[in-house]
């Protein structure tokens, strides 16, 4: 059995080698493996291009490390100084403990946080005194205003959730965003009470993992384990074979792990209506500027993994890591790093580095500063996404020899990618 995967990101090398590894050869085109997913070195600070971590909650990234050999190479966050500022009227504000990603569970930090007024934090008091309700999907700012008011969609549900997946709150859907809150909703009313109530006990863990190395260390294992040829594939057809390096090449089966946007036109003389169902779904594109300062030039304390900027404090910064506090041993002693991410691909370094140099009281010049570029790289679970998604795995089925896997269907983080490619495989194995 012969196998195309189309797409060399953390997909299509994760699904090649769970291929491999069932005796399938399969091969990976992609010009440029790895996808958005990269490290690099500057002046000893070890630098991700692309996204550098994944929950620890979710453990399909961990278990394929663990089964290459690289689990002694895993490191946590540095939680003991995890705390996130939100900008607020020009002002740093340290977002309340106890979230749950949008929900409070603890009320003496909400009373006595500076970022929300007094009408929210009466209305996440209160929203515990819900009934269950369903509602039809609807967007995450709609969601999030009807529990808590639309103070906390615009200084707690919008920064978060742009800094993650690169849209709007009020585009996203919340069923497929926030999918264990609406299904709280449904069973208690109350996503409060449905959080308190499923509160896992502390693990001792950290909330993000990543690699010592960085993740750019696992692309590097993957395709040292796998055959990837470093050429686009520009056409699909029925039978199945695909068309690269300037000829047509036959195969059992082809996996299509390029991206939603990707993946639709090289689908249309394969099914017209998948094609457009996988063209329907956007995406939005990024950019990370990432500075260097010698650590004695940077005044304020780097006491907090970073800051959030919402919508109505923001300019060329969405978000910013601070690289030395949230990842021990990627910076040395002597340097600080700030990692300043925005979904304006196009922000200069001007705007950048002038507004990192406002906010943080920054006077003196940079020792580096890198910029990395990821258009149309950010799919966007918008309302409705999960009724197209069913439209699409309908599609699929009826089309023996074609699979799709990546970030745009049912996940965008790193361990969604690795579970997504682990399904294609298990799929083309069984049959």
């Not at 996808?35 to 550098?52: A, V």
């Not at 009470?193 to 590097?220: A, C, E, N």
Request: glycine share 10%; aromatic share 8%.
């Amino acid at each position: 059995m012969r196998v195309a995967v189309v797409g060399g990101g953390i997909t299509g090398l994760s699904c090649a080698y769970y291929l491999g590894r069932a005796g399938i050869d399969a091969i990976v085109f992609d010009p440029a493996p790895g996808g958005f997913i990269g490290t690099i070195t500057i002046d000893g600070c070890i630098l991700e291009t692309g996204p550098e971590s994944w929950l620890a909650a979710k453990p399909w990234a961990e278990e394929l490390i663990r089964e290459i050999g690289m689990g002694d190479r895993l490191t946590g966050s540095n939680d003991a100084q995890r705390r996130t500022y939100v900008l607020r009227q020009g002002r740093f504000v340290t977002l309340p403990e106890g979230l749950q990603m949008l929900v409070p569970t603890r009320i003496a930090p909400v009373i006595q946080t500076h970022l929300f007024g007094w009408e929210t934090k009466v209305r996440m008091g209160l929203e515990i005194f819900r009934s269950p309700r369903a509602f039809p999907d609807r967007s995450v700012a709609d969601f999030v205003e009807d529990h808590f008011g639309s103070e906390a969609v615009e200084y707690l549900a919008e920064p978060l959730l742009a800094g993650v997946y690169g849209g709007s709150p009020y585009d996203l859907s919340a069923a497929s965003v926030l999918p264990k809150f609406v299904e709280y909703e449904q069973r208690f009313g109350s996503v409060v009470v449905g959080t308190l109530r499923d509160k896992r006990k502390p693990t001792g863990q950290s909330i993000f993992k990543s690699l010592r190395g960085g993740v750019g260390t696992l692309i590097d294992a993957l395709v040292s384990r796998v055959n990837v040829v470093r050429a686009p594939v520009e056409a699909i057809a029925p039978g199945w074979s695909v068309f690269a390096e300037g000829g047509w090449q036959n195969f059992d089966h082809v996996v299509v792990a390029c991206g939603a946007n990707r993946a639709a036109p090289l689908t249309a003389a394969v099914d017209p209506v998948l094609s457009e169902l996988l063209g329907a779904i956007p995406h939005s594109g990024s950019s990370i500027w990432t500075f260097g300062y010698h650590r004695e030039d940077i005044r304020h304390p780097l006491d907090a993994f970073g800051f959030l900027v919402p919508k109505p404090e923001r300019g060329a910064i969405m978000a910013c890591t601070w690289l030395q506090t949230k990842w021990l041993g990627r910076v040395p002693p002597d340097k600080a790093v700030f990692r300043c991410f925005s979904t304006d691909q196009d922000v200069t370094r001007e705007a950048s580095e002038t507004e990192l140099r406002r906010l943080m009281g920054i006077d003196a010049e940079p020792i580096f500063a890198v910029n990395h570029r990821w258009p149309a790289s950010m799919p966007q679970y918008t309302v409705g996404h999960t009724e197209r998604i069913r439209a699409v795995q309908a599609r699929i089925a009826d089309i023996p020899g074609l699979h799709l896997a990546g970030n745009a269907y049912n996940g965008i983080g790193i361990p969604d990618c690795v579970r997504s490619a682990k399904q294609a495989a298990d799929a083309i194995t069984a049959g």
